[in-house]
């Protein structure tokens, strides 16, 4: 019996050893990846921009050492007919194997999105298991993804932490751009009865400034990047850009409004009041007893007044409703402006769609092939709200009503 | 037989970790779309119905494995074929177990080594315990199904925290009515996992304290459908049905999408941790059943002798069993199940059951004092003691 | 089958030894005493080799001091004090003595009047009478009788009671055994008032002779333990026994496992303690460590502080141990795996730090742990083996010039030392130092493990170690047990430990059919009445009554 126990062990002490090191890899024979981003040039051909970390110059700051001499990101470029193959390509410029790992920032081209899609590059990425799934989506506005990923940001030491953390703060404060993941993106591209979304982030100055560390050793930077409205896609395809208050409504029916602050004209006096915001529920519901079904999107928020430019007395409670009531009117009116313009595009990115889908199935079979080009536009979308405002800050009436005194 | 006792408590923990093991890792019943937990539910109704079918024939024959019981049922030489047939079916089961487990292994993690590697690695483990006997592989599960319990839990409050469960995505419930429900669980929960619990009649002797088998067994089927229904639901309310169908591990996916306070992302060695305790206990089970059988049946008296040559051609089986993956998910979601499970989970052990009522029936009227083998049994056991 | 050859040859030997044995016997002097005292202390002599520390004091008493008689003890080994008093002094003095003239009459004078010591017995074969003689007894012949007369008189310098140094404990006794197994046996009945603990003695040993004694209380410890104890010690057939710790690895039930089943302890509570749940303590003469058994894998991290504490303090504890045990056996694993398997699951900032860190370290991280752990044990060995002056320079050397200076030569990295050292501690603050070593045996094993396939090596080692301690028993007990077998009623003094008025019946697997432990209703309840407030009151009721 104990002649097996001597075989076990010399199985498996040599599969130990004779296995060596197939999946093993050192951290530092690593290229950690931060970010990726895609284009495409006049050939045709996609290109793949990736930017690798450069660990000793992100760590050097934080121990003390210089991080001025060289930049904290090394990007390399290469060509392909297919994301993969540039990816392949990539890897004869770098000395380590690419690791995606830590890839965090998948940056697509607007020139892409528009003419070709968004479909055909995602495979790839999704297949990969080293590529997370939670890997944030951004579209490149005005510019070359490429050149997003080149230029260097001050505060975070890599750009793809700073355009995550951008927009993942434009989202919690303004409402007015959306964190969406490479899993968002596939799910939403995959379902008919919702339509894409994602953030937009643009180059503000010149891209050949940007790549110079000289750029960020000083206090206004030239060259920076910004988040910049909403991409809105309709069956893969870049169909229009959001702005401002048009992309927060979009955000806003997709109940993800954590604060925001909604300005208020009043008598005709312009931006008089600040309201913001702090907590809301959106609600959508479908109606299909009818042949087109209606959509019901109903608000519900309550927040604080955070800045008052006239005499209005807060301490009154009759006042304070009917401020509730014009901003209700107020919201009111910019979601449906949001509404109506989707409706144009024909793109259901709020998912009304899945929303009929869950109340009727049956009905929803029939419409769900023509939906974005026949039902969605033409559906009655009634906008509800109820705003709520609970406090008005560390003062009552603001210091004009004592100064007209 | 080894002179072996295991007590209910450990039964049922090796029927909760044996049910969950690979069907945690596999898209279950995913036909059925978001209704998949219903699907499984259903499965467990069924389960709980085959495993009175195993207990009855248990409850004739409690001290003797199936593979003895089925000679005094059918006679001893087509009693000595159906067992071997049960035999081999253990052993095939096993490496199937054990192919699924390297696939995703690879798939996921270990992409640049080989299958082999992986494969032998899970069965010498698996034959190191097998050849400690029954005791200790129910003991072991004792402890390792708190630490799957606890990693359980944990993900649970992970998934909850990081707020990426859709309840939405679970609706509408029964979209295209009760129909691919049923066939879902007519053509696959049914089987896997519930109907493989055959497996325990090979294990049902050892049990202390037989009175207990029916209700220990019947609650760890339900407590495991109530899990896997619950941590399928949860995929779906996290992946949505189209990524799950594309996905070959959804938990795994599941996993992966988990997002807190920045840093408790990324916890693929969750998935690894449960799913490799899991899969160790299914493979056990399997192949203790192999071994245990085998020994029974070619009166073999030391059965962990059989461990390693028998380990080994699990092993080799496990690699040649498939080409590729697709092959191997398509032969065992379609081909097995109905020239496999269906006639030696179902049909044999119904006929099996049925024979036996009737035999003990008539012996029943010759001999009207032995009402109650069951009670027979227990009167034995109490002298033991 | 290695341990199955193995116990065929050391049948094989005995075999051999007991043929020897007869050899030996055969021309040995005859058994028995003679009578001649002359010729008896002839035979001392050449038996001892004449050897000089044992002191002859040869006697003549009776009426007119006819009868010869001697006074034998060995120097250093008896108490000074007494055998001048009690057995010289006396037997000098002795009125009675003076007058007798037949031999017998003195003998029997002797045992009943004269010598006035405790333990004394008349031995009549020379076997028992030199083993005697050698454990520090006073042997007094006399001429024309075949017997001896041994008068327990067992001193001399020994160490005194002192403060435990392997298990230090805030609260509790400070006293701990020492090497005197007659000193340790008292510590112990000093706590356990009672008839029924009982002590049998054998010794063993062929050439040391070696008193070993078992000592439990009867009723409450199991009889087929007790008589399993007994059969493993009377099958030892060895030289010498110089430390419990031979007998530990002569009885213990499987030798292929680093892991320890059988307890000890230098702590009298703790050794009380474990006998009033049934267990069995094996005394051995010359070492302050007293074994017990059987023991369960759950005993070796606690202590016996747990117990004086209150439980929820006594439970965070607990449960700090387990991680502490997890720590020292999977810390460098879980890095190497980190770190060369797994990146993705590190945090992106720690990932990148780790990664410059390791930038300029030339070697695997594998390698690296190694060297780490290496050079630790290194230090460690030579830190214990070093006169305690020398204790400083030690540290010093192992916390500047290794540490510093290794990161800053770029052999290792900083996060490496971190890992390593953090692992180090858990190793200390493990409290048992058999399972603490263990530990850091199956590390390595961890570390290979982790190296060449990351976590899925690492939970298979894992599994393993899980599979072998369930497989493991000490004196027919399962080794995890409470666990496993999972015991409801005892899983609280587990990795938990419960209120002491929850412990209502001793373990099932160690202690007999005497399984109640404490009476109904321990838990302590506040008055119910306003009694204690209520001072013109208190004389109506008994205020703690509930």
Sequence with gaps: MNHNWILLFLIMTSTVFISGCWNQKELNELAIISAMAIDKNEDGKYVKTIQLVNPVNVAGGLQGGGSGQSPTVTVYTAMGDSVLEAHFHATSKVSRRLYHGHANLIVISEELATEEGIIDILDAFERDPEIRMTSRVVIAHHTKAGDLLKSLTAIDKIPAEKV??????????????????????????????????????????????????????????????????????????????????????????????????????????????????????TRVSADTTNDLPVLTVRVRAEGDIREVR??????????????????????????????????????????????????????WKKMKNDWNDTYFPNLKVNVKVEAFIRRSGNRTNSYLSDMEQ | ???????????????????????????????????????????????????????????????????????????????????????????????????DFGEMLITSFYWDTPLFILNTLMALLVIYTVRKGIEVLARTSELLFVLIFLLGISVLFLIVVSGIIQISNLKPVLEEGIKPVLKTTFTQTLYFPFGEVIIFAMIL????????????????????????????????????????TRSPFPLLSTIQTIEVAGFLERLDVYFILITVIGVFFKMCVFFYAS?????????????????????????????TIASNYSEHIKEGLHVITLYLHLPLQVIIPSLLLLIAFIKNKKKKSKHSKNLFPKRKYRLVERDKK | ?????????????????????????????????????????????????????????????????????????????????????????????????????????????????????GGIKVVSDWEKLLTALMSGETITLIDGISKGVCASTQGGQRRSVQESTTDVSIRGSKEAFNESIETNTAMVRRIINNTDLWVESINIGKITKTEVSIMYINGIAKNEIIEEVR???????????????????????????????????????????????????????????????????????????????????????????????????????????????HQEMIPTELAIIIAAQRESVPFPAFIEALIMEITFEILREAGIRMPKAMGSTISI???????????????????????????????????????????????????????????????LVFIMLIVHLCSLRSFGVPYMSPLAPFIREEAGDTIFRRPIWAYKKRPRLISGQNRVSQGEDQKPQPPRTRIMKNTTNVEKGEPNES
């Design chain 3, 1 to 117: 089958m290695f341990s199955f050859l193995k116990r065929k040859n050391q049948k094989n030997d005995r075999k051999i030894q007991e043929i020897n044995n007869q050899n030996q016997s055969n021309n040995r002097p005859p058994n028995l005493i003679e009578s001649s005292l002359s010729k008896n202390l002839e035979v001392i002599k050449q038996k001892t080799g004449n050897s000089s520390d044992i002191i002859i004091r040869p006697l003549k008493i009776g009426h007119n001091s006819q009868i010869k008689i001697a006074i034998l003890y060995v120097k250093g080994m008896v108490d000074n004090q007494s055998v001048q008093d009690f057995v010289i002094d006396s037997i000098m003095n002795n009125q009675n003595l003076s007058e007798k003239l037949i031999p017998q009459e003195v003998l029997e004078i002797l045992i009943e009047d004269v010598v006035a010591v």
């Design chain 2, 205 to 244: 002797p050892y049990l202390n304290r037989p009175e207990k088998v029916k209700q220990i067994g019947l609650l760890a089927i339900g407590f495991s459908g109530l899990i896997l229904a619950s941590v399928m639901a949860i995929n779906v309310s996290v992946l949505d049905v189209n990524n799950i």
């Design chain 3, 397 to 459: 050397v192992g916390a500047l010039v290794i540490g510093q200076a290794a990161i800053q030569a770029g052999i290792v990295s900083p996060a490496m030392v971190i890992v390593v050292s953090l692992t180090a501690i858990a190793s200390f603050a493990t409290p048992s130092y058999a399972v603490a070593i263990s530990a850091r045996l199956v590390r390595f094993i961890f570390m290979v493990s982790a190296a060449t396939f990351g976590f899925y090596g690492i939970i």
């Design chain 1, 310 to 363: 006239s005499q209005i007395d807060l301490t009154d409670p009759y006042e304070i409703l009917d401020i509730e009531k014009e901003l209700e009117k107020e919201i009111k009116k910019q979601l449906e402006n949001t509404v109506i313009r989707t409706q144009q595009n024909k793109s259901d990115i709020f998912g009304f769609g899945e929303v009929v889908r869950r109340s009727d199935p049956k009905k």
């Design chain 1, 164 to 281: 995550n953390g951008t927009i993942h703060t434009t989202e919690r404060a303004r409402g007015e751009s959306m964190e969406v993941n490479l899993q968002d993106v596939v799910t939403t591209l995959t379902s008919a009865g919702k339509e894409t979304v994602i953030s937009g982030f643009s180059l503000k100055g010149d891209i050949q400034q940007g790549k110079k560390i000289e750029n960020i050793q000083q206090s206004e930077l030239d060259t920076t990047i910004e988040s910049d409205g909403l991409a809105i896609f309709k069956e893969g395809k870049l169909v229009d850009w959001y702005q401002g208050e048009m992309s927060r409504g979009v955000v806003w029916i997709l109940d993800k409004i954590q604060q925001t602050d909604v300005i208020l004209d009043r008598e005709g006096q312009e931006n008089i009041l600040t309201y913001t915001v702090l907590r809301q529920k």
């Design chain 2, 1 to 99: 037989m080894e002179k072996a006792k295991i007590s209910a408590y450990q039964l049922f923990i090796l029927i909760v970790l044996f049910e969950l093991g690979s069907a945690l890792l596999v898209p279950i019943a995913i036909e059925a779309k978001q209704d998949a937990w219903l699907a499984i539910l259903i499965g467990m109704v069924g389960g709980f119905c085959l495993y009175l079918v195993y207990h009855g024939l248990y409850s004739y024959y409690p001290d003797i494995p199936p593979t003895e019981y089925s000679q005094k049922i059918m006679g001893s030489f087509l009693g000595k074929i159906l067992a071997f047939i049960y035999v081999l079916y253990f052993i095939y089961l096993s490496a199937r177990v054990l192919r």
């Design chain 3, 231 to 341: 059969k493993r010690l009377k099958g030892i057939d060895i030289d010498g026994i110089l430390e419990s710790g031979y007998i530990e690895q002569l009885i213990e039930d499987q030798t292929n496992t680093t892991f320890p089943t059988i307890y000890h302890s230098e702590r009298p509570d703790t050794v009380a303690g474990n006998l009033l749940e049934g267990k069995i303590a094996i005394f051995v003469n010359g070492t302050p460590f007293v074994l017990l058994v059987p023991a369960l894998f759950i005993d070796f991290f606690q202590s016996a502080e747990d117990y004086y504490e209150r439980f929820d303090i006594a439970t965070a504890i607990r449960f700090l141990r387990t991680v502490i045990f997890f720590i020292s056996l999977v810390g460098p694993a879980i890095y190497i795996a980190a770190t060369t398997f």
């Design chain 2, 291 to 319: 071994v245990v059988g085998t020994a029974n049946l070619f009166n073999v008296k030391e059965s962990a002798r059989l461990a390693f040559p028998l380990g080994l051609a699990i092993l080799i089986l496990s690699i």
